[in-house]
């Protein structure tokens, strides 16, 4: 019988399609490990379709955020949708977006201040993300003269690991891998494990997208991956034949 190893992904379930679907084309087994959940708040979407026809540009920070939000907006030839990381930019496309943009040079705040459109005019612009987002865009932009506006349509609810998922897979010694996006996944992971699986957690190796994920893991002294998407990393696995 063929077996195929498994991967753990630390995903909410908004934004675990593409990667899920991922696994299985790469011969993985995926494991979804829900750390949080994402709350829409209807009322502010609910608001998005005549704040949208205001905006020059439309800044989106995740996957999920299209998700929770894309159906709301009124679709313009004339708004700019910068996605922040290709995985974002994909999911714009699906929905039906035709003027997206992303950074080819990372997937972060840092890497959409780069992008020449926001030398090129000074405008309106909408940030869509959670509550409590980073500010660095709404900081940096202001600063340059756009007129920024934040539309917050969803906040984090922490949930309890379900470790169930992995019984099966360790008792078969299938479990190879983690998969990380955020610092709040790494934290999840290590303060909800139990003590009887921190000795199989240490020896995972674990996936990542960006350095600041990849810091978060350093002390737990892991073996860690920097790939700039899960199908990427799953390539260089097989590869190598890592695990």
Not at 82 to 92: E, I, W
């Amino acid at each position: 019988m063929i077996t195929h190893p498994s991967i753990v992904l630390m995903r909410p379930r908004q934004a675990a399609a593409a990667d899920i679907e991922s696994c299985i084309r790469a011969g993985w087994q995926p494991l979804l490990m829900e750390y949080q959940q994402l709350l829409p708040f209807d009322d502010i979407l609910q608001q998005l379709a005549e704040r949208s026809l205001k905006q020059d540009v439309i800044v989106w920070v995740s996957p999920s955020a299209v998700h929770i939000a894309a159906k709301y907006l009124v679709q313009s030839d004339n708004v700019m949708h910068v996605a922040v990381g290709a995985a974002t930019a994909k999911v714009l496309v699906a929905y039906g977006f035709k003027q997206v943009v992303y950074p080819l040079d990372g997937n972060d705040s840092e890497a959409v201040l780069r992008l020449a459109i926001w030398h090129q005019k000074n405008g309106r612009m909408m940030l869509i993300r959670g509550v409590g987002g980073r500010e660095l865009l709404v900081d940096k932009l202001g600063q340059q003269g756009w007129q920024v506006e934040l539309a917050e349509v969803y906040e984090r609810q922490p949930q309890l690991l379900n470790w169930s998922v992995l019984r099966q897979p360790l008792k078969e010694k299938r479990l190879k891998a983690v998969y990380m996006t955020t610092s709040a996944a790494v934290n999840a992971w290590f303060s909800q494990m139990p003590p009887d699986l921190y000795a199989i957690g240490k020896s995972l190796l674990y996936l990542v997208h960006h350095p600041r994920v990849e810091a978060a893991l350093s002390s737990y002294d892991v073996a860690t991956m920097l790939v700039s998407d899960l199908k990427r990393g799953l390539e260089i696995l097989h590869s190598d034949s890592t695990v």
